[in-house]
């Protein structure tokens, strides 16, 4: 989070929009939102797991898999990035670099 925080700048230039979405109930992604990661984007929660089971990343501990989805539009996903490498924003801010063309 804090490295697409670092980076925002460029997402908010080409009119993209970044969210971070997490299975931690609400309470405690605002405490880390606030205090730890100082995030200016929205950090919603998934804690019934919703939308981490629709998006096929819910790992059977019931945690999310750290996945990076660029949605266009048109609410297509332009592409994903998955694993350690979804914490680098390089590949998501290229995606949206494209998608702004």
Same mark, same amino acid.
């Given at each position: 989070?804090? $490295?697409y925080q670092a980076g925002i700048a460029k997402f908010e230039e080409d009119g993209a929009q970044v969210f971070g979405i997490s299975t931690d109930n609400a309470p405690t992604l605002r405490h880390? $939102?606030?205090e730890h990661l100082?995030?200016?984007f929205p950090l919603l929660s998934d804690f019934q797991r919703?939308?981490?089971e629709a998006y096929g990343v819910l790992a059977?501990?019931?945690?999310?898999?750290?996945?990076t989805f660029v949605v266009d539009r048109d609410g297509k996903i332009a592409y994903i990035e998955e694993g350690s490498a979804a914490v680098d924003p390089?590949? $998501?801010?290229?995606a949206c670099s494209r998608l702004k063309k």
């Open positions: 989070m804090t $490295a880390w $939102a606030e100082k995030t200016t919703k939308t981490s059977p501990s019931g945690v999310a898999s750290r996945t390089s590949g $998501a801010g290229a």
